[in-house]
């Protein structure tokens, strides 16, 4: 069964910093990966898709990186902003065609101005 | 254009009630995932559809819990008997036929006393 795992589960640090959160799955066999952010009280925006024959993905100042042969995603987000304070959860299609989602737990962050 | 509704937006329940959770999908997605995400928790899947077919309803925790989707467009998720345990955000997701990404619902936040 596919398990994904986020770490930290929180973090908090000062406005411009650049940060790294990690995303490990257990079964590489995947079709894709998705980041997405959570707001309190909100839905899910999707921030980025990786396709499993693919190595990263950028979106402005957002980078998420890809090695299904270990089981790793890692999203990048430059020069942080308090307006990026959120919950990150990083989620896997095991399959190919519309098929659910495998959610981690998600990564708590706070930008401190 | 409109993306994923869904209502009510919170529900305050005593046990052993039943609840209806209404999704109204993006207009002309087939496909429709629902999702419960505890307190601190990622979003685990309960059931899917395609057009009005329920194809995969094997992440339903209980025969309490029952979706239907008639005429292939709004969906409803419904609870009998709430149990404290139900307690959680209802996230609904739809996705179009050609790719698979899936938009989610702002949720409906279910609370039974």
């Known amino acids: 069964k596919q398990e994904v795992t986020q770490i930290p589960a929180a973090l908090s640090v000062p406005e411009g910093e650049n940060l790294v959160l990690n995303c490990s799955f257990t079964d590489s066999a995947i079709y894709n990966l998705q980041w997405f952010r959570q707001d309190p009280g909100k839905g899910l925006t999707s921030l980025l898709l990786?396709?499993?024959?693919?190595r990263e993905q950028t979106s402005g100042r957002l980078n998420a990186s890809l090695d299904k042969s270990s089981g790793r995603s890692t999203l990048y987000i430059a020069a942080s902003q308090p307006g990026d304070s959120a919950t990150y959860l990083c989620?896997?299609?095991?399959?190919?065609?519309?098929?659910?989602?495998?959610f981690g737990k998600g990564t708590r962050l706070s930008v401190i101005a | 254009g409109a993306g994923v509704s869904q209502s009510p937006r919170y529900k305050v329940a005593k046990r052993g009630q039943d609840v209806a959770l209404r999704c109204d999908p993006i207009?002309?997605?087939?496909?429709l995932f629902w999702y419960q995400q505890a307190l601190g928790q990622g979003p685990e899947f309960l059931t899917y559809f395609q057009n009005e077919a329920q194809l995969d309803k094997s992440g339903l925790p209980s025969d309490r819990f029952f979706a239907e989707r008639p005429e292939g467009s709004v969906s409803t998720l419904k609870i009998q008997r709430t149990q404290q345990e139900d307690s959680a955000v209802y996230l609904c997701?739809?996705?179009?036929?050609?790719?698979?990404?899936?938009?989610f619902g702002p949720g409906t936040r279910l609370t039974v006393t």
């Open positions: 997701a739809s996705s179009p036929a050609y790719t698979y990404e899936q938009y």
């Open positions: 990786i396709q499993s024959s693919q």
């Open positions: 989620a896997v299609r095991p399959n190919s065609g519309n098929t659910p989602l495998v």
């Open positions: 207009s002309g997605h087939v496909s």
